[in-house]
């Protein structure tokens, strides 16, 4: 093991990864209950759509709390 992937978290080192998985359980949600876009797009207002609203927040709070 290299110097600089001995300084990575777990999480990060593994970011990739953690990306197709949820890629993979999107997909596969999509294909066994073919009903959960009906779901999602029914906890819609307007044009936001908040699950994606607070998906992005959450995704956004460490770097604008400059959480290390």
């Known amino acids: 093991m290299d110097k600089a992937a001995g300084k990575l978290s777990f999480l990060d080192r ?3 990864l953690w990306i197709f ?8 949600s999509g294909y066994l209950f073919p009903s959960i876009s009906n779901t ?16 992005l927040i ?3 709070y460490p770097p604008l709390a400059k959480v290390k």
């Open 21 to 28: 998985i949820a890629m993979g359980i999107g997909v596969l």
């Open 14 to 16: 593994f970011l990739t």
């Open 58 to 60: 959450l995704m956004m």
């Open 40 to 55: 999602i797009e029914g906890m819609s207002t307007g044009t936001i759509s908040w699950p994606i609203a607070i998906g």
